[in-house]
């Protein structure tokens, strides 16, 4: 037998006593006020005899009444000997005195009758209190939108919108033209399916991945795919929705989205347009330590360095200006990762087109790969416009299907602009325009190594083109020798050779290409070093610049007198020779020119096919240097 312990007294309870609460008095004095009430209606039950106004009457003519209360609805009286039930009082209903004196005339019981005005004494009470309560809700509702006082007193709530893992309907099949760029992204979603498998060997997932490349490339459709592949909880939100003008806010939205991206684990946070929340600090001559972008910024830092990577939460971000993000967040253990996702080459095009091609009738002349050669530099984003336009002017001309002529003209009208039939053009201008664009075809004909032409137009475009000549590349390039840019130079100047050679003048016509041909000749000399004057020194070094911005933007100059004016000096010599070996090529294809520009005013447009004569005759002609080649 196990010994017994001896019993001991429970404890003390150790429950503090209860607080006198005031919801505890407003409950005693509700209940005292309606036992008074329940009084009150016994004894008036009790003691208290309704009669008609006719008995209390007769109660007054024979003395039986020993007091009266007059009010403004009722008399009350006292007996001065109770009546058969015990009771001692009556009361009764006032009637009006001059009425009551002509119907005790009468032998007729009469009573008064008090009107009953609970409905409408209700309804004055409670409809002005309906009305007050709608108004102030739907003053509640709008003070709680974002620009009222709920939206004062809810600005720290994350405005990331969540995709949960069924919304997100993208997959990687969806996405083209950037095969690298989603094979980086597939270890990824292989992480968020199965993290352990990637702890096993002890590694670990980048934090960040960083999506960079130029606006239109698909950088939002690959975080989209990523997390339809994963199958997990979408987190989305631009850099712009974390700053608002109460300060503090950002860094609170910072950390409420981080705290619901833990809570849905495992998920993905995409951050689009990161460069609006990750500037570099200290920038401007009005940053300070205070400025409301560092503090969230700050917060964003802090919570990349202080989040687990094993509880399945990958952070995605997208920017087309990286180079103006801070250091900060570039550095490993933030945005490990950084994926470039650039314009597609001409494979990557062909591919994007038949993602979308899915969706519109084609005819049977559809050709993707040559439409894919004639948009060199076309982002994901343009070539998705450009089949839209093309299925927009087959549905105008009413035909059953688009065709490879649609997309000729799509392209047209991305590239060169709307054709303009109201600007209507004299005969001498529409003269000088046709031999200004033969002379560009007939030099790019005779050069070799240039694009082949596409296409040749008189009709004017856009806002101030009067022509224009479209060539074809027939690949992919991203290099260029110094031939090749000296026969660019040459084609862009055949224009003005052409004018010059058959009109006796030139015109403004030429003012876009001498522009082209003037930056194609100073990038020669200041940044390539292909000018034997000049020597090959870099005169001109490219700050980092914005991905969209053209080729040579943010150049730093600081050059002495004597070497920009011999850089000057070469540059000119380039022009030169290239005007020159333009006006020597046409002097030798006079006729063709005379021919081509003849057979341009005629048509208005010239197809390849219609320059394939032309072409075949420049080019048996051979080619004609001019001096100092």
Request: glycine fraction near 8%; proline fraction near 5%.
């Amino acid at each position: 037998m196990t010994p017994t312990q001896p019993s001991t007294p429970p404890p003390p309870s150790s429950k503090a006593p209860q607080e006198w609460k005031p919801a505890n008095l407003w409950l005693l004095m509700f209940a005292l006020v309606a036992l008074f009430w329940m009084r009150d209606l016994w004894v008036t039950s009790t003691q208290v005899q309704p009669i008609p106004y006719s008995e209390f009457l007769q109660h007054l003519k024979e003395g039986r009444l020993e007091s009266i209360a007059v009010g403004s609805q009722f008399i009350e009286g006292k007996l001065k000997a109770p009546a058969t039930d015990g009771r001692t009082r009556i009361v009764t209903t006032r009637v009006a005195p001059e009425l009551a004196r002509d119907l005790a005339a009468y032998d007729v019981r009469f009573e008064g009758v008090v009107e009953n005005t609970l409905l409408r004494d209700l309804l004055s009470w409670v409809v002005p209190a309906l009305l007050l309560l709608a108004v102030w809700h739907l003053m509640g509702r709008r003070m709680a939108g974002p620009g009222g006082l709920g939206g004062l007193l809810s600005v720290g709530k994350s405005r990331a919108k969540l995709h949960s893992e069924t919304d997100v309907k993208v997959s990687f099949d969806d996405v083209a033209g950037v095969d690298e760029a989603k094979a980086e992204l597939r270890e990824s979603v292989d992480f968020l399916k199965n993290p352990k498998a990637y702890g096993r060997l002890g590694a670990h997932m980048p934090k960040g991945v960083l999506l960079v490349g130029p606006p239109g490339t698909g950088k939002t459709l690959l975080a989209r795919a990523m997390a339809g592949e994963a199958g997990v909880p979408f987190f989305s939100i631009t850099g712009s929705e974390f700053v608002e003008m109460f300060v503090g806010v950002g860094a609170a939205r910072v950390r409420d989205l981080f705290e619901q991206a833990r809570a849905a684990a495992p998920c993905i946070i995409f951050i689009d347009e990161l460069d609006a929340l990750g500037r570099a600090r200290g920038i401007g001559p009005l940053s300070g330590g205070h400025d409301e972008k560092e503090q969230t910024l700050n917060q964003l830092l802090a919570e990349m360095d202080g989040f687990d990577v094993s509880a399945g939460v990958v952070i995605l971000a997208a920017t087309n200006r990286p180079e103006i993000l801070d250091p900060a967040l570039l550095r490993a253990g933030r945005f490990d990762r950084q994926v470039l996702v650039d314009r597609p080459d001409r494979k990557g095009r062909a591919d994007v087109l038949r993602v979308h091609l899915k969706k519109v009738t084609l005819g049977a002349d559809i050709d993707v790969d040559a439409v894919a050669a004639l948009t060199p530099g076309f982002a994901g984003a343009d070539l998705a416009n450009l089949v839209n336009e093309a299925a927009l002017l087959a549905t105008r001309r009413g035909a059953e299907a688009v065709a490879m002529a649609d997309f000729t003209a799509a392209i047209e009208r991305i590239v060169a602009g709307l054709e303009r039939h109201q600007r209507v053009l004299g005969d001498k201008e529409r003269r000088t325009v046709a031999v200004h664009e033969m002379g560009h075809a007939l030099v790019a004909m005779t050069l070799p190594g240039t694009d082949p032409v596409h296409k040749i137009s008189i009709i004017p475009r856009g806002i101030g083109a009067l022509g224009y000549t479209m060539q074809r590349p027939s690949e992919d390039r991203y290099l260029a020798s110094r031939s090749e840019l000296r026969n660019r130079l040459a084609v862009l100047l055949g224009g003005r050779a052409a004018e010059a050679l058959v009109l006796d003048e030139v015109s403004t016509g030429a003012a876009d290409d001498l522009v082209k041909a003037s930056d194609i000749a100073h990038d020669m000399v200041a940044r390539y070093g292909m000018s034997p004057e000049v020597g090959q020194v870099v005169y001109e070094r490219v700050q980092p610049r914005f991905l969209d911005l053209p080729e040579g933007a943010g150049l730093e100059r600081g050059l002495s007198e004597d070497t920009a004016r011999r850089i000057d000096a070469a540059v000119r010599a380039l022009v030169d020779e290239a005007f020159a070996r333009a006006t020597a090529i046409l002097t030798e294809r006079r006729a063709l020119l005379d021919e081509g520009a003849a057979k341009l005013l005629a048509q208005e447009t010239l197809s390849e096919a219609d320059l394939l004569p032309l072409a075949a005759a420049a080019q048996r002609m051979g080619v004609a240097d001019g001096p100092g080649v």
